[in-house]
């Protein structure tokens, strides 16, 4: 049976209102809305939540917040909560994003709050990982991506219902315009590793997406990999067509 794969994009700071809400016009008239050949989600900046959810509405295409904070409630100035993001109408939280490590003090730490946090609320916890640039130099990629991984899923409670974790092995180096796109065999090998931690940490496979500079030209190779589940795409991804665009393709390959 043809995979169906997980595909979606952050838009990080980007997109106003009449940006967003053209992107969620283009998505719900496309044939990935019933999701019947893809899990396709987007995770637009916190104001565009509520209106790019009711856009979607109709659709299998699940919103997200890029960021929550780990209690439900609180004298937590500037941050939102798990509580909120989905009264907002996300049903998924991005954790754990290199750029929220590199520049906002988020910590494997929070990062295991904060999936546990998702979880409570019903949310898809979609948690990522990757090494930097200094420790893949160092050879040091296998180390962190235990590390990472052991510590994010330690606080999940995995008899309560049925957690939906998605990880994303997001290799810092690879990401955005400075970024250098990861060769797909050394993402398989990444997969493959990242796979057996799954096995040894929560007894369970999870969904394993790649992010980093996916584009047209590397997105089929990338996701018809063994232990690649799908594909987080930024740049490529922020206009909806090329979202569409990958998708269609990816799925085509999978087929
Ligand atoms: O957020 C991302 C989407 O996976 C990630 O930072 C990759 O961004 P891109 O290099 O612009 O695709």
Same mark, same amino acid.
């Given at each position: 049976? $043809?995979?169906?794969?997980?595909?979606?994009? @952050?838009?990080?700071?980007?997109?106003?209102?009449?940006? &967003?809400?053209? #992107?969620?016009?283009?998505?719900?008239?496309?044939?990935?809305?019933?999701?019947?050949?893809?899990?396709?989600?987007?995770? /637009?900046?916190?104001?565009?939540?509520?209106?790019?959810?009711?856009?979607?509405? *109709? +659709?299998?295409? !699940?919103?997200? $917040?890029?960021?929550?904070?780990?209690?439900?409630? %609180?004298?937590?100035?500037?941050?939102?909560?798990?509580?909120?993001?989905?009264?907002?109408? &996300?049903? =998924?939280?991005?954790?754990?994003?290199?750029?929220?490590?590199?520049? #906002?003090?988020?910590?494997?730490?929070?990062?295991? !709050?904060?999936?546990?946090?998702?979880?409570?609320?019903? =949310?898809? $916890?979609?948690?990522?990982? %990757?090494?930097?640039?200094?420790?893949?130099?160092?050879?040091?990629?296998?180390?962190?991506?235990?590390?990472?991984?052991?510590?994010? !899923?330690?606080?999940?409670?995995? +008899?309560?219902?049925?957690? +939906?974790?998605?990880?994303?092995?997001?290799?810092?180096?690879?990401?955005?315009?400075?970024? +250098?796109?990861?060769?797909?065999? #050394?993402? *398989? *090998?990444?997969?493959?590793?990242?796979?057996?931690? #799954?096995?040894?940490?929560?007894?369970?496979? !999870?969904?394993? =997406?790649?992010?980093?500079?996916? @584009? /047209?030209?590397?997105?089929?190779?990338?996701?018809?990999?063994?232990?690649?589940?799908?594909?987080?795409?930024?740049?490529?991804?922020?206009?909806?067509?090329?979202?569409?665009?990958? &998708?269609?393709?990816?799925?085509?390959? =999978? &087929?």
């Amino acid at each position: 049976m $043809a995979k169906r794969p997980w595909i979606g994009t @952050n838009w990080k700071m980007n997109k106003t209102f009449v940006e &967003a809400d053209e #992107f969620a016009r283009i998505v719900a008239g496309s044939d990935f809305a019933d999701g019947a050949k893809a899990q396709l989600f987007a995770i /637009p900046s916190f104001p565009a939540i509520s209106r790019v959810a009711e856009a979607l509405k *109709e +659709t299998k295409v !699940l919103v997200g $917040a890029q960021n929550i904070h780990w209690e439900d409630a %609180g004298q937590f100035t500037g941050e939102v909560s798990a509580v909120q993001a989905r009264d907002a109408g &996300a049903r =998924l939280a991005l954790i754990g994003h290199s750029e929220r490590r590199e520049m #906002f003090g988020e910590t494997d730490e929070t990062v295991a !709050l904060k999936a546990a946090a998702a979880l409570r609320q019903g =949310l898809v $916890a979609l948690v990522c990982i %990757g090494d930097t640039r200094d420790e893949f130099d160092a050879g040091r990629t296998a180390e962190v991506l235990k590390r990472q991984t052991e510590i994010a !899923l330690s606080k999940i409670d995995w +008899t309560a219902g049925e957690p +939906t974790v998605v990880v994303a092995y997001e290799p810092v180096w690879s990401i955005g315009v400075r970024g +250098t796109p990861a060769e797909p065999g #050394f993402v *398989e *090998e990444q997969h493959g590793r990242i796979k057996q931690l #799954f096995g040894s940490v929560v007894g369970r496979d !999870l969904p394993l =997406l790649y992010g980093g500079s996916v @584009n /047209p030209g590397n997105a089929v190779d990338l996701a018809t990999r063994e232990g690649i589940d799908g594909l987080f795409i930024g740049r490529s991804a922020w206009d909806a067509n090329g979202l569409l665009a990958i &998708a269609r393709d990816v799925t085509d390959a =999978l &087929a």
